[in-house]
């Protein structure tokens, strides 16, 4: 399994981003969705997770600007962020959990995506 995550960019402070993340492989489903992000000199800080059959868990900071998505027929995964403020200049990375398919048995990992830029401007 492998993600890609894509979507960043530059944007001014009060706009919008749309981020993907892409699993590839014998996927059978995709269970945990998850963001993170990372910002120059601090710790990867949790934006959310969605657990299939559950509800979304959102960091404080981003609770009402960002929501998590998922198109299943794409085995893609967004994060659409709304009214972006300087602070959310980081690395954002997805962090699924995916189920697929190993011959004939079926595997859960912990899959990262490998991080995409986010700058929001003052």
């Known amino acids: 399994v492998q993600l890609q995550a894509s979507g960043g960019g530059w944007v001014p402070a009060g706009g919008s981003l749309r981020l993907s993340c892409l699993a590839s492989?014998?996927?059978?489903?995709?269970?945990?969705m998850g963001w993170y992000r990372q910002a120059p000199g601090k710790e990867r800080e949790l934006v959310g997770t969605?657990?299939?059959?559950?509800?979304?868990n959102y960091a404080r900071s981003v609770k009402g600007r960002f929501t998590i998505s998922r198109d299943s027929a794409k085995n893609t995964v967004y994060l659409e962020m709304s009214s972006l403020k300087p602070e959310d200049t980081a690395v954002y990375f997805c962090n699924l959990d995916v189920t697929s398919y190993e011959g004939t048995y079926l595997y859960t990992r912990r899959c990262w995506g490998q991080g995409t830029q986010v700058t929001v401007s003052s």
């Open positions: 969605f657990t299939r059959g559950g509800n979304p």
């Open positions: 492989g014998s996927i059978f489903s995709i269970d945990r």
